[in-house]
């Protein structure tokens, strides 16, 4: 009799220290499968012959090159889900002279900056930024109505303000600001300043109130 009462005290004991059950049966859902994670498109490969500037932003990068076909200027982003290229024309004083080309990605979408030489100095003759509306590539000249150029031992050096690329709650900008040292603490011309505003699809700009001023943040882009 002592022995059948050990077999039930240890039959007991095994019962409690046995895991329980997670069997469908008992009312417990499955594990759900995890889908794999999709593999990123590729980035597509240059097929240009000649790129005039090629910068870092959204997944694969951008490259400005010129449209043969359209006789223009072509921006390419290289991600390949991401349909069309902009295109559109370079600025005038680019077409005679090779212009130096830069390029950023901002929160308002990729810039590019295009520098013209002069034909009789190391300075240049024209700065102007290209900016991306409805679908167009856009240039719109930084320099103009920013006064006579400044001589500095007689060298032309470009005028002493010009409007310079700022974002303004996502939104691209010009704003005024003095390009030489000699300029800071002065007004800029009356007439560079109605220039001043967010920048539409024609170039064009609207006028932003103070409130909105003090939130924009310029483009790190090297503009001289």
Do not use: N
Not at 172 to 190: C, D, N, S, T
Request: charged share 25%; with cysteine.
């Amino acid at each position: 009799m002592a022995v059948r009462h050990r077999s039930i005290a240890f039959g007991l004991t095994l019962a409690a220290c046995s895991p329980p059950s997670t069997t469908q049966e008992e009312g417990k859902a499955a594990p759900r499968a995890v889908e794999p994670t999709p593999e990123p498109a590729a980035c597509l490969e240059s097929g240009a012959s000649e790129i005039w500037t090629s910068f870092e932003g959204g997944r694969c990068g951008f490259e400005l090159r010129e449209d043969e076909e359209a006789g223009g200027l072509l921006l390419d982003d290289l991600s390949a889900e991401v349909p069309g290229s902009p295109a559109g024309e370079a600025p005038e004083a680019c077409r005679d002279r090779t212009c130096v080309y830069e390029g950023i990605a901002t929160v308002a979408g990729p810039l590019v900056l295009a520098v013209a030489p002069s034909s009789d100095s190391g300075m240049p003759s024209g700065v102007f930024l290209g900016y991306v509306a409805e679908g167009r590539l856009v240039f719109v000249d930084l320099w103009e109505d920013a006064g006579d150029p400044v001589q500095t031992d007689y060298t032309r050096v470009g005028p002493a303000h010009a409007l310079a690329p700022f974002v303004c709650e996502d939104k691209l900008a010009v704003l005024a600001v003095p390009r030489l040292e000699a300029a800071r603490g002065l007004e800029p011309p009356q007439r560079l300043q109605a220039r001043e505003g967010r920048l539409d699809a024609a170039g064009s700009s609207t006028a932003l109130a103070p409130e909105a001023r003090a939130g924009c943040e310029a483009v790190a882009l090297p503009v001289p």
